[in-house]
């Protein structure tokens, strides 16, 4: 048996409708807590990701399985530091893919430190995060609009 052939590539405007249904979910919204304000706005939607593909501080990849589309990574400036989030199709979850697709946008990545953030109760993402050699370094409290409520969140940071 072989192992899936997961791929980072840069995201092409064919997997945007994609990533657009992927945040269709409100349960992986919930889960995530901090996606878009209004995940069925496709205008919003398309404004942000053209935002974020022109600017070139913002490095974001395609996660591909086997030539399909499941999801995506980021890592992006957050005042002096960098911070990374992914989103994968929630029909995907607990398959590992979150896992091996961040870590290969941490070895694109030159920079150290990097953080993340999650809500304290996402389990699989603070999974996630430690597998990929993540750490506690804070706690923060935010408006979370996949819960309509402040939610308390870990930060961590993934040193030298």
Not at 29 to 38: I, S, T, Y
């Amino acid at each position: 048996m072989t192992a899936e052939d997961l791929r980072l590539r840069p995201v092409r405007d064919d997997d945007l409708p994609h990533l657009f249904a992927f945040e269709q979910d409100p349960e992986a919204n919930r889960v995530a807590a901090f996606g878009p304000a209004d995940p069925a706005d496709r205008a919003a939607f398309d404004a942000h990701w053209r935002r974020i593909r022109a600017d070139p501080a913002i490095v974001t990849r395609t996660v591909t399985v086997d030539g399909a589309v499941v999801g995506h990574v980021a890592a992006f400036p957050v005042e002096e530091q960098t911070e990374v989030s992914y989103w994968i199709d929630r029909a995907r979850w607990g398959r590992g893919y979150a896992t091996r697709a961040l870590a290969a946008l941490l070895a694109e990545l030159p920079q150290r430190p990097v953080h993340a953030r999650a809500a304290k109760d996402n389990a699989a993402s603070l999974a996630v995060l430690r597998k990929c050699g993540f750490v506690v370094s804070g706690e923060d409290r935010g408006y979370a609009n996949g819960r309509g409520a402040e939610v308390e969140e870990w930060v961590l940071e993934l040193a030298g």
